[in-house]
């Protein structure tokens, strides 16, 4: 078996799935989840979780898939995604790309407009766990629809 196929051991998979159940529980948009899940696998070129994400976007919680595919260009999308979904989006790419820079206060104090305490603290969790996934997936090389476990 290559290195790159080895199954990911079942602690670390149910550690990620309670830490992502837990970040989304206090999230009360599945789309919203869905939104940032997606661009944080758009940015860390994880084929694997933008398959399962864009499906569960789109099937299981109606999302458009306009919205889906003006994603990557939210910015310049008009205003196809709420001044939430901005703010979330903004967050996203910054956790994101932390290797870039910190998190900008600008960034940050938007989506805390936004976002209660709480609320930002899931979102942060959210964005974290999915960063997780989209570093296993990718470097284990897990195709879409591939068996990750």
Known sequence: MSVRTRRLDPRVRAALQAAGAAAKAGLADPVLAELVMIRASQINACAFCLDMHVDVA?????????RIALLDAWREAGDLYSARERAALALTEAVTLLTDSFV????YEAAAKEFNEVELAHLIGVITVINSWNRLMVSRRIEPGGPAW
Do not use: I, R, W
Not at 58 to 66: I, M, P, T, W
């Open 58 to 66: 789109v099937d299981k919680n109606g999302e458009s898939a306009k």
């Open 104 to 107: 900008p206060d600008d960034v």
